[in-house]
């Protein structure tokens, strides 16, 4: 008997003890890491209610608009952007989105990735409806690529499609040679500064957004949206829309084209899309020069394009 009294009074003490503890104040070391870890947990919560209702907000805006058009660099510094409007090529919403990326170790050094696990998560917070139409860059082998960014400049493109394609979306290539020669950027000496420049040029709306010298991805998503947007269709119509007066008044402004609506955009015909030796039989077919670089053979062709609709109006109209 008195030793299961001594038992239940142990325990009793050690209940007690324990209730003490669990409600005597905390160390001021332990308040400060509590305080900072709840002060951690609200800002981020905020942050991300604030995200959310921003994307919401532009959701909204988005499905309001008739016109909605996408553009991605698909490069790991690259970005997302969604140009909408009313109408076709109007302008009302301009919105770009940071690539999601991760590190990771390669042979021993850290390296910026993109995050396939992110990617689809990123493309559906976009807030735009399947089958809207993509303009993905191509990445590939330019000249003094090594082979090491040679394969990641493939994977990423690789990636991106596969992930679209995916998500349903109208997906259209671009070469990065089409779109910066369209663009007035495939000049000796052009720099990552040079597309952010024209990027601002034609959506000052969004200008606040392309400050820093990283923000070059989110420059060229909206180039290549641009691009994209002009050369299927939009330089062959018989009135330009305002993107295309837009993309014409900044190419005006470098001295590439005439401000004249209607006057010659090079680099924006279907021929980026063929092989030197396409475009040399082309020509030849034509009675036209076949010396040159690719660039010269398709100016050339489009230089007879323009002529050969010249005859035929002058012929209508006689």
């Known amino acids: 008997m008195l030793a299961s009294r001594l038992a239940n009074a142990a325990r009793r003490a050690t ?37 959310s209702s921003s994307n919401d907000a532009d959701a909204e805006a988005r499905s309001r608009d008739d016109w909605i058009v996408v553009g991605c660099d698909s490069d790991a510094h690259g970005a997302l952007c969604v140009i909408s409007g009313a109408s076709v090529g109007s302008v009302r919403s301009v919105n770009v989105r940071d690539n999601p990326t991760s590190t990771v170790t390669v042979n021993g050094r850290a390296r910026l990735r993109l995050d396939p696990d992110a990617m689809r998560g990123a493309v559906r917070a976009l807030g735009v409806p399947k089958g809207t139409r993509v303009y993905l860059e191509e990445g590939g082998v330019e000249f003094g690529f090594s082979a090491q960014t040679a394969f990641v400049q493939g994977y990423n493109f690789g990636l991106w499609r596969g992930v679209l394609a995916a998500e349903e979306f109208e997906v259209r290539v671009v070469k990065p040679q089409a779109w910066k020669a369209a663009m007035g950027l495939k000049f000796k000496g ?16 969004i200008a606040g957004e392309l400050k820093r010298k990283k923000d070059h991805g989110r420059a060229e998503s909206l180039l290549i949206a641009a ?24 190419l005006a402004d470098r001295g590439v084209v005439d401000r004249e609506e209607g006057a010659a955009m090079p680099y ?20 036209c020069k076949v010396g040159g670089n690719k660039a010269d053979l398709i100016l050339r062709l489009e230089s007879s394009d323009a002529e050969i609709n010249e005859r035929e109006s002058k012929s209508a109209a006689a």
Not at 16 to 38: I, K, N, V
Not at 228 to 237: E, L, Q, Y
Not at 268 to 282: D, I, N, S, V
């Open 15 to 51: 209940a007690r003890t324990a209730r003490a503890s669990s409600s005597a104040p905390a160390s001021a070391p332990l308040r400060r890491a509590h305080a900072l870890a709840t002060r951690r947990r609200s800002s981020r919560s905020s942050a991300s209610r604030s995200a």
């Open 227 to 250: 691009y994209g947007h002009v050369a299927d269709g939009g330089a062959a119509a018989k009135e330009e829309d305002e993107l295309c007066s837009r993309v014409r008044a900044a």
């Open 268 to 287: 924006f015909g279907p021929y980026f899309g063929m092989t030197g030796e396409e475009l040399r039989k082309e020509l030849k077919a034509r009675g």
């Open 190 to 205: 052009s720099t990552k500064d040079d597309s952010i420049a024209m990027a601002k040029m034609l959506f000052p709306e």
